[in-house]
């Protein structure tokens, strides 16, 4: 079992920036491959936003952040950060975190075994 739990969200205007958190636990978070951020907008599908290899540190981003959004994880502390920069209106959503087994298919919600309860995240124009 793992817990994931973020933090970090807010309101921001259009611009501007925001860090997010989040902290793992639990006996079974040895196992994880991957670490993952997605995000998801009223009325619309959860996508994936940025993840991140957990051992070697690879990372992969969804076209619409490179250069905006910065992954990074502190295997010390089983923490993983979501640095966003240049925020827009259409980042506005809630954001989760979640972790896989598997690095195979970091893109795919459906490969992450265990999520966040999530953090809102509102960027005003």
């Known amino acids: 079992q793992v817990t994931l739990v973020e933090s970090g969200g807010g309101l921001v205007q259009a611009g501007g920036s925001l860090r997010l958190a989040c902290a793992a636990s639990g006996r079974t978070f040895s196992n994880t491959a991957i670490m993952g951020w997605f995000r998801q907008a009223p009325g619309k599908e959860r996508e994936f936003v940025a993840a991140?290899?957990?051992?070697?540190?690879?990372?992969y981003y969804a076209d619409f952040v490179k250069g905006r959004f910065t992954v990074s994880r502190d295997i010390a502390k089983n923490t993983l950060d979501l640095q966003m920069n240049s925020l827009k209106p259409e980042d506005t959503a809630v954001y989760y975190c979640?972790?896989?087994?598997?690095?195979?298919?970091?893109?795919?919600?459906?490969?992450?075994?265990?999520w966040g309860q999530g953090t809102q995240v509102t960027v005003s124009s």
């Open positions: 979640a972790t896989s087994h598997t690095r195979n298919y970091y893109s795919d919600a459906k490969s992450y075994a265990y």
């Open positions: 991140i290899g957990w051992i070697g540190g690879n990372k």
